[in-house]
């Protein structure tokens, strides 16, 4: 029997196997970031370990760094510690690192692909759970612990019992105006948040296909919110097409040489896959979350659901205490749930292209009164890169605040965060409790879905607003 | 590491399914560079509530959580073990936990028991009507314990070998790791030129 994609990388990696003990899997590169390090540096100092290869490890600052003067010393002194004490240990262990203000530095995830980093076949880990997102490119990538993040800082290695195979096959085309963001929502809806435990997760199908990089990234991203380990797409000529030329992909014979090898990496047709989950995209419509995990969504046309539909009374206990956290009653439809603020940008949906979607529906118009819209790139480059392209001009003039790249309010480890009670429409991956500030009430959305619903105030597709005109073309350049 | 044999101490009934790591420890008390100090965040947004389990005597005292499915899912962050761990928790009873945070527990010591779901019912039940009561967990014989006569539970739990075995002996991964430092080496000297280095 031939080898599911995953499997392929797998075995390729594997530096060692035993009866009764885990893979011991090589690591080809291992993002570093702040908040998930200090104590991995920290057990190498007192075990006296070196990194081991520092030319296969890239540090930067993302969750910590603030959006609003990050040219300026951070002013939260706790944070500042955390981000000089990342400073203090690439400088001692010969780690590269963009900090704040390089031009390269932005999130994690965002910058090993636009850095042509990410490459296919590749096994890339983080302490950080969204590390799935690089899987995208066929690479076998997932987040890892501190103790782990301090086991590959010393040996370039993780002990991984192999994981089960699943296939998620998208068939269809998904409508005009629903985008990977509301594929990969439905998805989690029907799963449940530990449907994909244990498992490796392989995208495919002719809805798949049809995304783009950014939108491929954007489903791999959200893979662990369903309980994957990992989750990936075979390579193609799209993702050829974006890596080349990239500043660290191969060059000249070196390309062709991965080339060949990245060909390979596709699933054999004679696979049988532990699980399969076969969805249509063409039923599939902007989808949106009304509780506090991101399997809690309903299209963005129903209503809030009653806890009485559910049959599981874990899930009807679940829904409960989540219509109370976000003080909604069921049957509300969600189209007149009115949002305080909406964010856009983070690992999941803060690349160029979704700031292009989310200026082109915003241009000419207005974010609603008492509505604030907050827009943070993903990195510095996709920062640069938009303004090139006049798009801050296009959200400060709708109102909307442009700011500096950083994992800022999908998390709200920086000041940018929400108050008690304060509602958000929000482009990122997590609508847990408390998650964009203590209080806070998230609805996870996609980028049209956030730019639609700044304009109106209430939970809106570009759809709903009156039409405008003046609409520019979108540019077609790259991020860099 | 240290050794984990078997560890009896007051349960604590967290009756929520799906606790993920933000609400174990906010992303606000994840600004510490050291292993320890994390107690103060845990479920620091549920503390706040005088009714909080955590509030309520006997349960602060516990060092065994019973929690429903999907505990420990989202955020990769280690300090959710931590947390735990400082606080005074030995071992976390759950029938699923999220796949990073069971691999943390694993590394740092806390014990992550699986259990059938009536298993966790059944202890709920329980530890609300003996509050104070005690859960006993073993890892050599995998067996969870809790209450007597009539309401005696007892039922097995499901943790790989491999974790056991490490928890058993208070194994240090990377140093099991490096004692296999020809096979890395070997590996390295066949990895493909175009692989991409960052310096």
């Known amino acids: ?480 | 590491m240290e050794r984990f044999t078997r560890h009896t101490g007051i349960g604590v009934p967290l009756r929520r399914n799906n606790v993920d790591t933000d609400q174990i420890i906010p992303a606000a008390y994840l600004k510490r560079v050291t292993r320890d100090g994390f107690e103060d965040g845990l479920f620091a947004a549920w503390r706040n509530d005088p009714s909080f389990v955590l509030n309520r005597k006997p349960y602060d005292a516990g060092s065994v959580l019973v929690a429903g499915p999907d505990f420990g899912t989202g955020s990769s962050r280690e300090h959710a073990v931590w947390a735990l761990q400082n606080y005074g928790f030995k071992a976390v009873i759950s029938p699923r936990f999220g796949d990073i945070f069971r691999g943390n527990s694993g590394k740092a010591g806390l014990l992550a028991a699986q259990v059938d779901e009536k298993v966790v019912q059944r202890l709920w039940d329980l530890l609300e009507s003996q509050p104070g009561a005690s859960v006993t967990v073993d890892l050599e014989s995998r067996t969870v314990k809790a209450g007597d006569g009539v309401d005696a539970i007892e039922d097995s739990f499901d943790i790989d070998d491999y974790t056991r075995w490490r928890l058993l002996e208070g194994l240090d991964d990377i140093g099991i790791t490096l004692s296999h430092e020809a096979e890395i080496v070997a590996f390295e000297a066949s990895r493909p030129s175009f692989k991409p280095a960052t310096l």
């Open chain 1, 1 to 480: 029997m031939g080898k599911t994609l995953a499997e392929k990388v797998w075995d390729e990696h594997v530096v060692r196997s035993g009866d009764g003990e885990p893979d011991l899997l090589f690591i080809d590169l291992h993002l570093i970031h702040e908040v998930t390090s200090p104590q991995a540096f920290e057990g190498l100092r007192l075990a006296g370990r070196q990194v081991r290869r520092p030319d296969l490890t890239l540090a930067t600052e993302d969750h910590n760094v603030p959006t609003l003067d990050w040219d300026k010393p951070i002013a939260d002194p706790v944070s500042r510690t955390q981000v000089e004490t990342l400073r203090r240990n690439a400088e001692e262990f010969g780690v590269r690192l963009h900090p704040l203000g390089d031009l390269d530095q932005g999130i994690v995830h965002i910058i090993g692909p636009q850095l042509g980093l990410t490459q296919p076949g590749m096994t890339i880990v983080c302490g950080d759970s969204h590390t799935s997102t690089h899987g995208a490119f066929g690479a076998l990538a997932f987040g890892i612990g501190t103790s782990e993040v301090e086991h590959v800082l010393a040996t370039q290695t993780l002990p991984q019992a192999r994981p089960k195979t699943m296939a998620v096959t998208v068939n269809g085309a998904l409508p005009e105006g629903v985008t990977a963001k509301d594929l990969v929502l439905t998805l989690i809806a029907h799963t449940g948040t530990g449907g994909g435990q244990g498992y490796v997760v392989e995208y495919r199908g002719p809805a798949i296909e049809a995304l783009s990089m950014e939108g491929r990234m954007t489903v791999c991203n959200m893979s662990v919110e369903w309980g994957a380990k990992a989750g990936l797409i075979a390579p193609d000529q799209k993702t050829l097409d974006y890596l080349k030329g990239r500043k660290e992909a191969p060059q000249g014979e070196e390309w062709d040489a991965a080339v060949a090898y990245w060909q390979t990496l596709v699933t054999d047709d004679d696979v049988v896959f532990d699980e399969e989950i076969v969805l249509d995209a063409s039923t599939m419509t902007p989808f949106v979350t009304w509780g506090t995990n991101p399997g809690q969504g309903v299209p963005l046309g129903a209503s809030v659901p009653s806890p009485d539909q559910f049959d599981d009374a874990n899930d009807k206990i679940a829904a409960e205490k989540a219509l109370e956290y976000m003080g909604l009653q069921a049957g509300t439809p969600m189209r007149e749930i009115k949002v305080d603020t909406v964010f856009v940008g983070s690992c999941t949906n803060g690349r160029i292209e979704d700031l292009r979607l989310a200026a082109q529906i915003i241009e000419g118009r207005h974010v609603a009164d008492r509505t604030r819209l907050l827009v943070v790139p993903g990195s510095a480059r996709v920062r640069l890169q938009a303004e090139d392209e006049g798009l801050d001009v296009i959200f400060k003039e709708a109102g909307a605040e442009w700011r500096g790249a950083g994992c800022s309010m999908c998390l709200g480890m920086n000041p940018d965060q929400l108050a008690p009670g304060e509602r958000s429409a929000s482009t990122s991956n997590r609508n847990f409790e408390g998650r964009q500030g203590k209080g806070g009430r998230t609805h996870l959305v996609s980028v049209p879905v956030a730019a639609a619903t700044a304009v109106r105030g209430t939970l809106s597709t570009p759809a709903d607003l009156e039409p405008f005109e003046a609409r520019r073309p979108a540019p077609q350049d790259k991020a860099e």
